[in-house]
């Protein structure tokens, strides 16, 4: 079943022409409509962090009411866990242009609801569509590109996610300095809808699901079969790492922008060149990560990641201290620190996640990793709301969480396969391994 713009499926295996010039086209083709839709869905999962202090005024929250609203709203990654199973059912293509459709609309019914319920409804639905894309296009970096690239188009992936990101903290002072709503922000995420024509011309469908479609495989495949006996011993330590990993992430990622404006008491403009600034150092993040993948391995980066998102956290957090007069140089750099070890971490995380398991439930399982993010983040919003009290408040909580990014290192250090250099059906086992030297040289 092919849908969409596509190409002959090819009969020789796993092996691709890194010298055709119809492949580098399509890998480049492939390459820039991920990033756009990335970035588009960078800038629109970045609203309720950016937004969190106007949201919570404009519902009367507390600051553990406020963590209740997102730990419910993170019900989304059973949404997305249903498209993530139904793009390795029916292809990448149609999955991400649903989300690309659905995401616009979800956003508009976001800004226009004034009650807390209506709100949440709309949030989950739009979140469902976030994680759908953004599980949807990992896999078609790793399925599109060669070996020598797939880590390179991971880190662009994330790249690409910052820079929507950024443009979300830019706008958020602007509408504040104007005298708009915060509601207005979701009006970047609206605007989506135009981008659907263009993206539905161009967006090819994965070569490899086709391969496996017409196998049969994608329909033999259910989505708990990666708990089954053959995959088990990958799945079960990898769901172990995302747990660790989403607790310290989530926590840290989620309150920058409220523990600087709320906690420490800098201005939303001052925040802003915080975020910004620390944000967009840290992007440089995705390239190192890249670069180490590529010379160490994946799993060397994540273990080299993780103590450094501690690290950053609980000085980001945990600071400054009340003396200090330089709080924006001091937020900076902790913010800058763990950015860089957070982005090098998920571009080794994505490598691995995508390489390690075969093409009928490559997207299944990030799907099983958004949902594992999702019980990460209840788990990390509900440890927030229930100390943050006892703890002396919200950030206090939150360094103490960074600190699990930790055991995720040992355990990904421990127990998680090195697929470097290594073909996608045979890192995932679809085919035996025909030497590490040879597949080097194969892409």
């Known amino acids: 079943?092919?849908?969409?713009?596509?190409?002959?499926?090819?009969?020789?295996g796993w092996e691709e022409s890194a010298d055709s010039s119809r492949s580098a086209r399509r890998a480049q083709q492939t390459l820039v409509a991920m990033c756009g839709l990335l970035a588009y869905q960078g800038y629109t999962v970045s609203i309720n962090g950016v937004a969190a202090p106007w949201i919570a005024s404009s519902f009367q929250l507390s600051q553990a009411g406020v963590a209740t609203l997102y730990a419910f709203i993170s019900i989304s990654a059973l949404g997305a866990l249903v498209l993530a199973r139904l793009a390795d059912r029916v292809g990448r293509r149609r999955i991400l242009l649903v989300c690309l459709t659905a995401t616009p609309v979800c956003a508009l019914g976001a800004a226009l609801s004034f009650s807390l319920p209506l709100f949440a409804l709309w949030e989950i639905l739009l979140n469902a569509c976030i994680g759908a894309t953004m599980s949807g296009a990992t896999v078609m970096l790793a399925e599109e590109l060669p070996i020598a690239r797939r880590a390179a188009g991971q880190s662009y992936g994330g790249l690409a996610m910052g820079f929507g990101s950024g443009w979300c903290v830019i706008v958020m002072p602007l509408l504040l300095d104007g005298g708009y709503s915060w509601r207005w922000i979701f009006a970047g995420a609206v605007i989506g809808l135009l981008g659907i024509p263009p993206l539905a011309r161009v967006l090819p469908e994965s070569r490899r699901w086709q391969r496996a479609d017409a196998s049969g495989a994608t329909t033999g495949v259910r989505f708990y079969d990666v708990f089954g006996p053959r995959h088990r011993r990958r799945t079960v330590p990898m769901l172990t790492c995302v747990f660790l990993g989403a607790i310290a992430g989530a926590a840290a990622n989620n309150w920058p922008y409220f523990h600087a404006v709320s906690v420490v008491g800098l201005s939303a403009d001052l925040a802003s060149v915080m975020v910004i600034g620390g944000g967009g150092i840290g992007m440089l993040g995705f390239p190192i990560g890249a670069w180490l993948c590529e010379r160490l391995g994946r799993v060397p980066t994540v273990a080299l990641a993780g103590p450094l998102v501690s690290a950053g956290t609980a000085w980001f957090y945990w600071g400054p201290p009340p003396e200090c007069t330089w709080r924006l140089i001091w937020l900076g750099a902790g913010y800058c620190g763990f950015s860089i070890a957070v982005n090098a971490a998920m571009v080794g995380g994505n490598?691995?996640?995508?390489?390690?398991?075969?093409?009928?439930?490559?997207?299944?399982?990030?799907g099983w990793f958004a949902l594992t993010n999702a019980l990460a983040s209840v788990t990390a919003q509900v440890a927030i709301a229930v100390f943050s009290a006892p703890l002396g408040?919200?950030?206090?909580?939150?360094g103490y969480l960074g600190l699990l990014a930790i055991p995720n290192a040992v355990v990904f250090a421990r127990f998680i396969d090195e697929t470097r250099g290594l073909p996608l059906e045979v890192a995932a086992g679809e085919t035996p391994s025909v030497g590490r030297d040879r597949s080097r040289d194969s892409c």
């Not at 079943?1 to 020789?12: D, H, L, Q, W």
């Not at 408040?393 to 939150?398: A, C, E, R, T």
């Open 1 to 12: 079943m092919s849908v969409g713009p596509s190409e002959p499926i090819e009969a020789e």
């Open 351 to 366: 490598a691995a996640a995508t390489e390690l398991f075969p093409t009928a439930m490559r997207s299944t399982i990030i």
């Open 393 to 398: 408040g919200l950030s206090n909580v939150v």
